[in-house]
């Protein structure tokens, strides 16, 4: 099969091309191998939100429900039995390209619980039994970037595990998890692990900051107010992406472990969707092109890249003065740029520990159900 031109381009500027949603449906009907072979996407990304939609939509998920129920599982066993299925086949799906760029692609990521998003131990422990689970050397574990979230990086990264450090909104917040991956690598390193094959992205939030930043710029309402709006998220992956040089570039702490084949940790642009109508859906894509990132699309706006996206190549490349210069100007008209990224990842959280708590009420909904037509059948174990 032909592969997409735009996406094509893309790809040959140096971003990976992972979607952004993962579902039964999507692997059973060949639309996730269609996207793989036609579109250019080498992987796929998940989070709580992305799995209590998958599990809301349709039948494909009753016949396994119907089983875990028989075998009497609870709503934590039967939500984990079915994601790391899903994880695990898309893992397989992304096979050939894990293996033909050595694992730089093929990555399927699956996310610990959010709830523990401020339990560094709990999280670690997660980590390391959904990396047993799945059983797949191209999966990635996401780990929310807290604070506490920090820590729980280094350790799992020490364990010789990869991982999608994710909900990152600050450059400050991006070099503290560039930091967590460089000292996970060191702690691998001494405990004999094979460096080459630890992967890790550092997921950078854009969308969500123009959405903050422009409901405040509105507020200030003035004239240099307004002409800020739809340029902090951007502006603010290009100061990101010049931090990923400085360390991974010219930084003396990774060259040393790049004598023993560590990998970099890629920039990976998500919330890459378009919320606001007056934007191009391409915006958060064409604008941030550059070589060793990773950009997670929706569906809709791979479609519109395919569509009608132009690549340029390097846009993202070099542009940390410009960048700064919005930075300056969002600060001058009195937007407090610590206080929105606080507020971001204070939702983020939150947000899919909502979706969590859907995600476990719909499922145990599924689960009685199971279990009455089972019974009144006489079948329950």
Same mark, same amino acid.
Request: aromatic content about 6%; charged content about 25%; proline content about 2%.
């Given at each position: 099969?032909?592969?997409?031109?735009?996406? @094509?381009?893309?790809s040959a500027a140096g971003v990976s091309v992972w #979607?952004?949603?993962?579902?039964?449906?999507?692997?059973?009907?060949?639309?996730?191998?269609?996207?793989?072979?036609?579109?250019?996407?080498?992987?796929?990304?998940?989070? $709580? %939100?992305?799995?209590?939609?998958?599990?809301?939509?349709?039948? /494909?998920?009753?016949?396994?429900? +119907?089983?875990?129920?028989?075998?009497?599982?609870?709503?934590?066993?039967?939500?984990?039995?079915?994601?790391?299925?899903?994880?695990?086949?898309?893992?397989?799906?992304?096979?050939?390209?894990?293996?033909?760029?050595?694992?730089?692609?093929?990555?399927?990521?699956?996310?610990?619980?959010?709830?523990?998003?401020?339990?560094?131990?709990?999280? /670690?422990?997660?980590?390391?039994? #959904?990396? &047993?689970?799945?059983?797949?050397?191209?999966?990635?574990?996401?780990? $929310? !970037?807290? &604070?506490?979230?920090? $820590?729980?990086?280094?350790?799992?990264?020490?364990?010789?595990?990869?991982?999608?450090?994710? #909900?990152?909104?600050?450059?400050?917040?991006?070099?503290?998890?560039?930091?967590?991956?460089?000292?996970?690598?060191?702690?691998?390193?001494?405990?004999?692990?094979?460096?080459?094959?630890?992967?890790?992205?550092?997921?950078?939030?854009?969308?969500?900051?123009?959405?903050?930043?422009?409901?405040?710029? !509105? &507020?200030?309402?003035?004239?240099?107010?307004?002409?800020?709006?739809?340029?902090?998220?951007?502006?603010?992956?290009?100061?990101?992406?010049?931090?990923?040089?400085?360390?991974? @570039?010219?930084?003396?702490?990774?060259?040393?472990?790049?004598?023993?084949?560590? +990998?970099?940790?890629?920039? =990976?642009?998500?919330?890459?969707?378009?919320?606001?109508?007056?934007?191009?859906?391409?915006?958060?894509?064409?604008?941030?092109?550059? $070589?060793?990132?990773?950009?997670?699309?929706?569906?809709?706006?791979?479609?519109?890249?395919?569509?009608?996206?132009?690549?340029?190549?390097?846009?993202?490349?070099?542009? @940390?003065?410009?960048?700064?210069?919005?930075?300056?100007?969002?600060?001058?008209?009195?937007?407090?740029?610590?206080?929105?990224?606080?507020? =971001?990842?204070?939702?983020?959280?939150?947000?899919?520990?909502? %979706?969590?708590?859907?995600?476990?009420?719909?499922?145990?909904?599924?689960?009685?159900?199971?279990?009455?037509?089972?019974?009144?059948?006489?079948?329950?174990?």
């Amino acid at each position: 099969m032909t592969q997409n031109a735009n996406l @094509a381009a893309l790809s040959a500027a140096g971003v990976s091309v992972w #979607l952004d949603d993962l579902s039964r449906s999507r692997l059973r009907s060949g639309n996730l191998t269609e996207l793989r072979d036609t579109r250019c996407v080498v992987g796929v990304t998940t989070n $709580p %939100s992305i799995f209590q939609a998958a599990l809301a939509t349709g039948d /494909v998920y009753n016949e396994q429900v +119907r089983e875990l129920a028989e075998q009497r599982a609870d709503v934590e066993a039967t939500i984990r039995t079915i994601t790391t299925d899903d994880v695990r086949d898309a893992c397989d799906l992304f096979a050939d390209e894990y293996k033909s760029t050595e694992g730089v692609d093929g990555r399927v990521s699956i996310e610990v619980d959010p709830r523990l998003a401020y339990a560094a131990d709990k999280t /670690v422990w997660q980590a390391i039994e #959904l990396w &047993k689970i799945v059983d797949r050397p191209n999966l990635m574990i996401k780990i $929310p !970037a807290t &604070k506490a979230g920090l $820590p729980a990086i280094t350790a799992v990264i020490g364990e010789g595990i990869s991982v999608n450090a994710t #909900l990152i909104f600050s450059v400050e917040r991006h070099r503290d998890v560039m930091d967590a991956y460089l000292a996970g690598l060191e702690a691998a390193k001494e405990a004999g692990h094979d460096l080459s094959g630890i992967h890790s992205v550092a997921s950078f939030f854009v969308c969500r900051v123009d959405t903050e930043v422009d409901e405040r710029l !509105a &507020k200030v309402g003035t004239d240099e107010a307004l002409a800020l709006r739809g340029k902090a998220g951007v502006a603010n992956a290009h100061l990101a992406y010049a931090a990923y040089q400085e360390v991974f @570039a010219a930084g003396d702490r990774f060259a040393a472990l790049k004598d023993h084949k560590a +990998r970099v940790q890629r920039p =990976l642009w998500a919330s890459a969707g378009v919320k606001n109508p007056d934007y191009q859906q391409t915006h958060y894509v064409t604008e941030l092109i550059a $070589p060793n990132t990773v950009c997670t699309l929706p569906a809709r706006t791979l479609a519109a890249v395919a569509d009608h996206g132009v690549i340029t190549a390097g846009t993202a490349v070099n542009r @940390a003065a410009d960048a700064q210069e919005i930075f300056d100007n969002l600060a001058a008209v009195g937007v407090d740029l610590a206080d929105v990224f606080a507020v =971001l990842e204070e939702e983020g959280v939150e947000k899919f520990a909502r %979706s969590w708590r859907y995600l476990r009420e719909a499922t145990q909904g599924q689960l009685d159900e199971a279990t009455k037509r089972l019974e009144r059948r006489g079948e329950c174990r």
